[in-house]
């Protein structure tokens, strides 16, 4: 009852198949619209979310190596390559335990 059709990917603009057991599958799932995009385009967008930010390069503040930093970086913010960065995560994460002792007392 399904016949393979070809559509246009919004994305990419190529062609692709809407094939008849897709059709059918997407019948089953209620879905009432035609897939907008071919498959590839289709993952790109679910794995956008995972995918890695645009890195900007910068000058790391505690050693001087290369940066590179998922924001712009700005002047007044120091900006650490992700050794450093890990670094201080470390020191951050064994300093947190006591804080919050001294806290609790
Ligand atoms: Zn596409
Ligand atoms: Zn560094």
Known sequence: MFEDKT???KDCGEEFVF???EQEFYES???VNEPLRCKPCRDKRKNA??????MHEATCDACGGVARVP???RDDRP???SECFAKM???EAAE???AEEEAAE
């Open 96 to 98: 947190a335990p006591a």
């Open 79 to 81: 900006v650490y390559c």
């Open 71 to 73: 924001f712009i970086p």
């Open 89 to 91: 995560k470390e020191a």
């Open 29 to 31: 799932k209620g879905f």
């Open 19 to 21: 094939s008849a057991r």
């Open 49 to 54: 979310g995972k995918a890695p930010r645009e």
């Open 7 to 9: 559509l246009v990917c």
